[in-house]
């Protein structure tokens, strides 16, 4: 069994800035969408997390990802 998956990650509106549109990471095997969301460093206090997609389908933070799995991250949007 390999140690480290590979997860495309892709971030979204305010999440792009000082950071990026989508890359290719490696991470240990077991590793979790709210670990990918701490390890690129959003800071859910200021910034709340509106949804998380893996492969186009709706997942909560401790949804387990797997190798060339792929990781959308959308903050919560506002509005009137």
Same mark, same amino acid.
């Given at each position: 069994?390999?140690? !480290?998956?590979?997860?495309?990650?892709? #971030? /979204?509106?305010?999440?792009?800035?000082?950071? /990026?549109?989508?890359?290719?990471? !490696?991470?240990?095997?077991?590793?979790?969408?709210?670990?990918?969301?701490?390890?690129?460093?959003? &800071?859910? &206090?200021? #910034?709340?997390?509106? *949804?998380?997609?893996?492969?186009?389908?709706? *997942?909560?933070? &401790?949804?387990? #990802?797997?190798?060339?799995? !792929?990781? !959308?991250? /959308?903050?919560?949007?506002?509005?009137?």
């Amino acid at each position: 069994m390999k140690n !480290s998956i590979e997860i495309t990650v892709k #971030l /979204f509106a305010q999440y792009r800035e000082e950071r /990026f549109k989508s890359q290719t990471r !490696s991470y240990p095997a077991g590793i979790t969408a709210g670990d990918i969301i701490k390890d690129i460093g959003i &800071d859910e &206090d200021k #910034l709340e997390i509106g *949804v998380i997609m893996v492969n186009g389908r709706h *997942v909560q933070k &401790d949804h387990i #990802l797997k190798d060339k799995d !792929s990781i !959308s991250i /959308f903050p919560k949007i506002g509005g009137g």
